[in-house]
């Protein structure tokens, strides 16, 4: 069976127009003639109708997301059959994904702050049915508005499941390995124990969180490459350069949330997606106060030759608010000493 075309009816959904194509499925817009509205409407392709595990992984997107009830998670309406074409019915969303938004350009922090502790709030409603997504990635947001973000595709969302029993080791190098038998998940955004093929839990989300508000932040990747190897590499092996490195006004305050859920170390990031969802709520609050760390391009001032505090009375309270947020947990007080 090729491509739908307009017009075209499976049950009672008529087909409008072609939304989008992956390497598993083709989205369609369609009418629900029974109750009026527009839907979204997710099939096997061409190529993998009569794949099993492609079946299987359809419908696991429907399962998952339909024990899923959060306003940021697309909602899975049916799961139904038409011709022997399985296929899933759900939510209609008008928007962008945040990849193709945030290919114009950065996303402004207030706006990437919000749309972050969103997804947050999406995940944590997961994993605390004890599903953990697993392609959390800048293409699988959607955004429905410059104020609401929602998570698509619960296909490769699951419990546990090692990775390794599900890669093929003859398998091209690419960049989105998102195929029947290559690699679930796509690699620039997969956490380290993810790549080892380890048992996950909610924190391989986390981290890939993490990819997705660096990118969106800086317009690049925190791990990128020529192959899959050297991703790999880099996701076990390299810090990236805090994204203020990339846009110099973003506050300190972000590069150290990022650091936090980049961890190599699952035990060292966020132990909660609502913990990340608090910390970006918080920067959020105070984003709009948060002085620039600026580079000292002048010579430091030669002991005895101190600057007075007098007249600088909005820089101190400044400073005070900081230390404040920081000793209620919203940051961190670094001392730089020197001899």
């Known amino acids: 069976m090729g491509s739908l075309q307009s017009g075209q009816v499976l049950k009672h959904y008529r087909i409008t127009d072609k939304l989008g194509q992956g390497g598993m499925g083709e989205v369609y817009r369609a009418e629900d003639t ?30 998952s997301a339909a024990a899923l009830n959060h306003p940021s998670i697309v909602t899975v309406h049916a799961i139904d059959d038409h011709d022997g074409l399985d296929f899933i019915v759900m939510e209609y969303v008008e928007g962008e994904t945040l990849k193709s938004v945030s290919e114009r350009g950065p996303i402004p922090l207030p706006q990437l702050l919000d749309i972050g502790a969103q997804v947050a709030d999406a995940l944590s409603t997961a994993h605390s049915l004890n599903i953990i997504h697993r392609d959390i990635k800048s293409a699988n947001i959607l955004l429905a508005s410059a104020s609401r973000a929602k998570v698509l595709d619960f296909g490769l969302a699951k419990t546990t499941h090692p990775l390794i029993e599900e890669l093929d080791l003859e398998a091209p190098t690419r960049f989105a390995l998102t195929g029947a038998g290559i690699v679930l998940g796509t690699v620039p955004y997969m956490s380290p124990e993810q790549t080892r093929g380890e048992q996950l839990d909610g924190r391989t989300d986390i981290f890939s969180l993490g990819c997705v508000l660096y990118e969106a932040a800086t317009g690049t990747l925190p791990f990128n490459g020529p192959s899959l190897l050297s991703i790999i590499h880099d996701i076990a092996t390299v810090n990236p350069p805090p994204p203020s490195r990339f846009k110099n006004d973003l506050p300190a305050e972000f590069d150290l949330i990022i650091a936090r859920a980049l961890a190599k ?75």
């Not at 919203?330 to 001899?339: C, D, I, L, S």
Request: aromatic fraction near 4%.
């Open 34 to 63: 029974k109750l009026n509205r527009y839907v979204a409407i997710k099939l096997l392709t061409a190529s993998t109708v009569e794949n099993e595990t492609a079946r299987r992984r359809l419908l696991q997107e429907a399962r």
């Open 265 to 339: 170390d699952k035990e060292q990031r966020y132990q909660s997606a609502s913990e990340m969802a608090d910390a970006l709520r918080s920067l959020k609050g105070a984003s709009t106060s948060f002085p620039v760390i600026q580079p000292i391009t002048g010579p430091l001032a030669a002991d005895g030759e101190l600057e007075s505090f007098v007249g600088r009375e909005p820089e101190m309270k400044q400073l005070d608010r900081l230390l404040r947020r920081a000793t209620e947990g919203a940051g961190r007080v670094v001392f730089v000493t020197g001899e």
